[in-house]
C-alpha cells in the first residue's frame, strides 16, 4: 500500500502568491506563510534581501496582488476580514514599515490597481457604487473626498492601468445588449472621453491591456477566431498586429519589455502554461529555455530578466529568473520541501476519455489522472472525482498538496477539465452556456464512468469532490444520477441558483453579471435554473454527503448549505446519519491559511475512510 504522506508537513510547507515586480525592476512583493500565516514581504532582486513587511495584519487569504506606488517606495492592497472579501485599501511606506487603511465604505470591495506617475493617485476598481466600476482615489485628500468615479457603466467595468504619461487610462467592459460581448476601451485620466478601441464582432470578448512605453500602442486580445490570440493594438490607426495565428494554440497577452521590443505571452495547452515573448517588429516567437513543467505569472525585471512562477505534478513551485541576454535560469526562491523530497509525490498523467451522447459521440475530455504507486493488485480500491471551480477554468499539470495527500492514503483522483473549462478553444469553453450542470455534469459522470473501467478501481466505491463551481457539480451530480457516487464532498458549493444569484446582485454585483453571461436572465430562463438546482431534486439523494461551508463566503453564502441542509431534513434524511454538515465561522470562500487547511483536508481524509 502508498505511504500516506505527512499532512501537516505537507501542508504547512511555506507558499508564495502575489508576485509583483516594482516599477523600477529592482524589487518583488509578495505574500508568503512562513511564519504560519500569510504575510506581506518584499525581495531585493539584487541583493536577495528579505523584508517581511507585517505580522499578523495581512488577510489570512489575499485576494490581490499587491500595487507599487510609481517610485518603488510603497505597496498599496486590499484587505479583507475571515474571507468576507469586502476588500478595504490599505498603503504601507516601505522605509518605515507604517501600515495606514485608507477610506472604505462599508460593504464595497476595493482593489486598488495602478498607482499613477505623479504619486498623488490610485487607480481603483470598486463596487462602492454598485457595480463593480472604475474609480480614482487620490491620496492627498481624506475621507469621501479622496474617491472620484470615472464609469458609471450598468455592466462590469475594470481598469488596468495608466498610459505612461498618466493622461489615459485602458479599461474593458461591455455596452452590447449581448452579455457575452465585452471590448476594450480608453478613456483620459479624468473619466472623460470614453471611447471603444478593440472590438472585432460582435459576442466576441475582445480586451485591451498594458501600454507600450510609447503610449500610442497597448496589448491586445480576443476569443473570435476560436481560441485565445495575443496582439498589439495601434491606438493612431486602430489597427492589431495579432501575433498568434489563428488556428493556433491558446494564447493571453503579457507586458511590453521596457525596451520596448518584445511581448510577453503566456501560452495554455495540453493543461500546461509555457511562457514565450513575441519581436514586436518581425512577429516572430522567441522560445524561453525553461524546465519542462507548468510556467506561470512572467514579468520583467533588472532590465533584461523575467520573474517566472514554474512547478510540476512532483515539485512544488519555485520562482525563477530567466536572463534574457544569455537564455540561462537561475532559482530565486526556491521551494521548501522539509523532509520530504520529490520522489515521494505521484506524477499526474495527462489522459483523455469518452464522454459520449447522441450529439456528441466523439467526445473526449482531457484529464489528469493520479493513480497510488503500490496498491494491492489482488483488490479494488477507491477512487475519486475532483470537479474544479470557475467555471471558466481549469485544472492544469501543477503541484496540488490535496490530491497529493489523497492519493498517498491509496485514492485515484482524476481532475478533468470538463465542457465549459477554459485552455481548449471557445468552443469548449462556452460548451456549458445556458448549459450549467448539463454537458458539464455529462463529463462528470463520465469521469467516473472511467474510473470503474481500470482495473484497480472498485467502481462500487467512488466519490466526487469539488470547491465553489465544483462544489456546485458535487451537489447536482449525486441528485441527477444517485446510482453513480457512494459519496460526494461539496465544498463552499451552490445549490439554489436563484438564490445564489439574489445574492450576488446585491453584495458582489459584477458576479451577478458574470452569472447572467453564462445562464441568462433568471426570470427568462426559470425553468433551467431551478432544474440545475440540486435544490430541486433533493430527494432524489442517494449517496453520503460531507458539507463543508465557510460562514463568511459573500461569493456562495452559506445559505446554499444550510437550504439544502433543510431539504434533506424535510426528505426525512439526518445529519449524522445520511449526511455530515460543518460550517467554519472563520472562513469565507476556501482559505490559504495553514492551520485552517489541515483541518478541512483532515475531516475530508477521515470522511473518506469512514465512507468510502
Known amino acids: 500500500m502508498p505511504t500516506p504522506l505527512p499532512l501537516e508537513e505537507l501542508v ?25 500565516r500569510m504575510e506581506l514581504c518584499s525581495l531585493h532582486l539584487r541583493t536577495r534581501e528579505r523584508r517581511q513587511h507585517t505580522s499578523g495584519q495581512a488577510p489570512a487569504t489575499p485576494r490581490s496582488a499587491p500595487v507599487w506606488s510609481a517610485d518603488s517606495r510603497a505597496l498599496f492592497l486590499a484587505w479583507d476580514h475571515d474571507g468576507n472579501e469586502r476588500t478595504a485599501l490599505h498603503v504601507l511606506t516601505l522605509d518605515t514599515g507604517e501600515v495606514r487603511a485608507l477610506h472604505h465604505q462599508p460593504g464595497s470591495m476595493d482593489f486598488p490597481v495602478h498607482a499613477h506617475p505623479d504619486g498623488t493617485r490610485l487607480l481603483v476598481n470598486s463596487t462602492r457604487g454598485g457595480q463593480m466600476n472604475v474609480w480614482q482615489y487620490d491620496l492627498t485628500r481624506s475621507g469621501e473626498d479622496a474617491w472620484t468615479p470615472l464609469t458609471t457603466q450598468p455592466n462590469s467595468t ?39 478601441v478593440l472590438h472585432v464582432q460582435e459576442g466576441t470578448r475582445e480586451s485591451v491591456g498594458h501600454w507600450h512605453p510609447d503610449g500610442t500602442h497597448l496589448t491586445a486580445a480576443s476569443d473570435a477566431a476560436g481560441h ?37 505571452v503566456t501560452r495554455n495547452a495540453d493543461s500546461t502554461l509555457t511562457p514565450l515573448l513575441y519581436s514586436l517588429d518581425t512577429v516572430a516567437p522567441r522560445p524561453l529555455h525553461l524546465p519542462p513543467g507548468l510556467c506561470s505569472g512572467t514579468q520583467y ?47 499526474g498523467q495527462y489522459i483523455h476519455y469518452p464522454s459520449p451522447s447522441a450529439h456528441d459521440p466523439q467526445v473526449q475530455v482531457p484529464a489528469i489522472l493520479y493513480t497510488p504507486a503500490g496498491l494491492d493488485p ?105 446510482d453513480l457516487f457512494k459519496v460526494a464532498i461539496p465544498i463552499v458549493g451552490i445549490t439554489d441558483l436563484h438564490q445564489l444569484h439574489a445574492d450576488n446582485n446585491r453584495d458582489i454585483p459584477q458576479l451577478a453579471y458574470y452569472f447572467r453571461t453564462m445562464m441568462g436572465h433568471p426570470d427568462e430562463h426559470a425553468g433551467l435554473w431551478r432544474d440545475r438546482s440540486a435544490i430541486t431534486h433533493a430527494a ?22 444550510r437550504s439544502f441542509r433543510d431539504a434533506l431534513n424535510a426528505t426525512g434524511k439526518h445529519e449524522g446519519q445520511d449526511y455530515e454538515y460543518v460550517e467554519f465561522d472563520d472562513q469565507g470562500h476556501g482559505t490559504a491559511d495553514p492551520a485552517a487547511r489541515i483541518r478541512t483536508t483532515g475531516l475530508i481524509a477521515d470522511y473518506l475512510a469512514r465512507h468510502l
Open 378 to 482: 489482488t483488490v479494488r480500491h477507491p477512487a475519486l472525482v475532483q470537479a474544479h471551480g470557475g467555471p471558466t477554468a481549469q485544472f492544469f499539470r501543477t503541484f496540488d498538496d490535496e490530491v497529493q495527500y489523497l492519493v498517498s492514503l491509496g485514492y485515484t483522483v482524476i481532475c478533468p477539465n470538463v465542457r465549459g473549462s477554459t485552455g481548449y478553444g471557445t468552443p469548449w469553453r462556452d460548451a456549458n452556456l445556458r448549459d450549467w450542470g448539463g454537458r458539464d455534469l455529462q463529463d462528470i459522470a463520465a469521469a467516473a464512468s472511467y474510473l470503474a473501467t481500470l482495473p484497480h478501481v472498485d467502481p462500487a466505491r467512488i466519490g466526487l469532490y469539488g470547491g465553489s463551481y465544483g462544489g456546485y457539480l458535487s451537489y447536482l451530480a449525486p441528485v441527477k444520477h444517485p
Open 158 to 196: 475594470q481598469a488596468v492601468a495608466y498610459s505612461p504619461d498618466g493622461r489615459r487610462i485602458s479599461l474593458n467592459t461591455n455596452e452590447s445588449p449581448d452579455l457575452r460581448n465585452m471590448d476594450g476601451y480608453v478613456m483620459n485620466a479624468d473619466g472623460t472621453g470614453m471611447r471603444r
Open 12 to 36: 504547512t510547507l511555506p507558499i508564495t502568491m502575489g508576485l509583483t515586480v516594482s516599477p523600477d525592476g529592482e524589487h518583488v512583493a509578495y505574500y508568503d506563510n512562513r511564519s504560519g
Open 228 to 264: 485565445g490570440r495575443a496582439g498589439l493594438l495601434d491606438l493612431t490607426s486602430g489597427e492589431v498586429k495579432w501575433f498568434t495565428p489563428e488556428g493556433g494554440p491558446e494564447e493571453t497577452s503579457g507586458r511590453i519589455s521596457p525596451d520596448g521590443q518584445w511581448l510577453s
Open 301 to 347: 525585471a533588472l532590465g533584461q530578466q523575467l520573474l517566472v512562477g514554474h512547478s510540476t505534478t512532483t515539485t512544488r513551485a519555485d520562482v525563477l529568473l530567466y536572463d534574457l541576454t544569455t537564455d540561462t535560469t537561475g532559482t530565486l526562491i526556491p521551494a521548501e520541501y522539509g523532509s520530504l523530497n520529490p520522489g515521494q509525490f505521484t506524477p
Open 540 to 561: 432524489n439523494l442517494k449517496a453520503h454527503l460531507l458539507i463543508l461551508h465557510g460562514t463568511n463566503d459573500p461569493r456562495c453564502p452559506i445559505n446554499q448549505a
